[in-house]
């Protein structure tokens, strides 16, 4: 595979031949301050861009947020009302990093008012959206983004790049699961993920919607599924404005109703022919954060998990001695490696897979083309949502049928 060591970086653009990119974006927590860093550091770590992001305005809900948005960050203003977003001239795009149940009305407003959008995953709260959603930013012209950042792991790509070479030979079988330990504490908050009014749907939009892009991006469509949901913890203790799901109440505390689903998982058949399986929980003990998946060909298998982001295992039948599995360690010698730390086994982190995918965004607003993951493999995901979700109720196989309008 092609990399980008440090030390031999493309040569630089001139400042005079970039492009500027006037940022706003809506919704400061975790994600929208990942995403402040990471624009932050783009002229840093990639030299030969040829754009200079440029952060405009920020706006939550709360106001300290805002206020640290303004002093740390670098933004230039700060709003509590994000219709100030979308009114500032200066801003060319906006980032989305708000509770699902929100990224429609603001997409609609951004779209409306020209800017080009980057949403968090998984773009709306329920498919019906999604679809609107696609449709607004079609209609408007703008070029969309989605914050599938798994797809922009350096050893992810080149497992990508091995299926796509056939060392693999033909995939018959694919596993892919989200696990994290982010709801299994009955303690933690009632933060806006465990309402379907905030939220929309649980797990299967917070966590499966990662696994199938990816499964997606390197196997292809679904084409059917058998699915089941369920929840697990029925009540917590209820969460004030802006705390995450990563807070903790306290034994006694006023508790309310989780409305949306802790696990979700699914059987199905690939458009391809191969067959896989799914799981996805918020609630389970023992695995942390496993995004993860392997895939199983007729000449080898790959594997990947995100708690062990820096290493892949690789199987190769081609390999004489057949050895089994070996570990594969992250290095500038894989995509965009090498713009984080040089040399081999120096690891990057999960914001460094969010700064690779701001920075192909950003590209590819200052060449003016499309980018994917947008709107459209969003829906391409919801299309499956909707079989799983229409398959839990029926307790029957259904087939996915696609909502993309484009
Ligand atoms: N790609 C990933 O790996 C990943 C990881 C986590 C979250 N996400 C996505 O990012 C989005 C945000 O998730 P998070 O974990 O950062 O949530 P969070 O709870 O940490 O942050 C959400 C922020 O939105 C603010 N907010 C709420 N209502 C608002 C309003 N009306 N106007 C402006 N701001 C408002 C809150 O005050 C809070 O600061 C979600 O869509 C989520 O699915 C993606």
Redesign the pocket.
């Known amino acids: 595979m092609s990399s980008a060591p440090v030390t031999s970086a493309a040569p630089a653009s001139t400042g005079a031949a970039r492009r500027r990119i006037g940022v706003g974006l809506?919704?400061?927590?975790?994600?929208?301050q990942a995403h402040s860093r990471s624009l932050q550091r783009i002229p840093t770590l990639f030299p030969e861009r040829e754009f200079d992001p440029e952060l405009v305005v920020c706006?939550?809900?709360?106001p300290a947020?805002v206020d640290e948005a303004v002093a740390s960050f670098g933004y230039a203003r700060g709003a509590?009302d994000?219709r100030a977003v979308m009114d500032d001239a200066a801003v060319d795009v906006v980032f989305?990093?708000?509770?699902?149940m929100?990224?429609l009305e603001l997409i609609e407003a951004a779209a409306a008012a020209g800017k080009h959008v980057f949403?968090?995953?998984?773009v709306g709260g329920t498919p019906e959206q999604t679809v609107r959603a696609e449709r607004a930013a079609r209609r408007a012209g703008v070029i969309t983004g989605v914050?599938?950042?798994?797809r922009w792991a350096p050893l992810v790509r080149y497992a990508a790049r091995l299926i796509e070479d056939g060392r693999l030979g033909e995939i018959t079988n694919y596993r892919g699961r989200f696990f994290s330990t982010y709801g299994s504490d009955p303690l933690g908050l009632l933060?806006?993920?465990f309402l379907v009014d905030e939220g929309g749907y649980g797990v299967t939009?917070?966590l499966l919607s990662?696994s199938v892009d990816l499964a997606h991006m390197l196997i292809g469509p679904i084409a059917r599924v058998a699915g089941t949901t369920a929840t697990f913890i029925a009540k917590r203790p209820v969460a004030l404005?802006?705390q995450?799901?990563y807070g903790r109440g306290a034994p006694g505390d006023p508790t309310g109703a989780v409305t949306n689903e802790d696990y979700a998982g699914m059987l199905c058949e690939f458009a391809g022919g191969a067959r896989g399986t799914f799981e996805a929980s918020r609630t389970m003990v023992g695995p942390e954060s496993q995004m993860a998946f392997d895939a199983y060909g007729t000449r080898g298998a790959v594997g990947w998990n995100l708690e062990r982001l820096n290493e892949l295992q690789v199987y190769l039948a081609e390999d004489e001695l057949h050895t089994g599995y070996r570990t594969v360690f992250g290095g500038d010698r894989f995509p965009y490696h090498g713009h984080f730390v040089p040399g081999s086994a120096n690891g990057i982190g999960?914001e460094d897979l969010?700064a690779i995918e701001d920075y192909e965004f950003c590209r590819a607003i200052a060449q003016e083309r499309p980018f994917a993951p947008g709107f459209g493999e969003a829906v391409e995901w919801v299309s499956v949502q909707a079989a799983l979700l229409r398959s839990a109720q029926s307790g029957a196989w259904e087939d996915v049928v696609s909502l993309r309008e484009d």
């Open positions: 809506v919704g400061f927590g975790w994600l929208g706006s939550d809900a709360v947020r509590t994000w989305i990093a708000a509770p699902n929100l990224h949403c968090e995953k998984p914050g599938y950042n798994y933060s806006w993920r939009s917070d990662h404005p802006g995450g799901h999960f969010v």
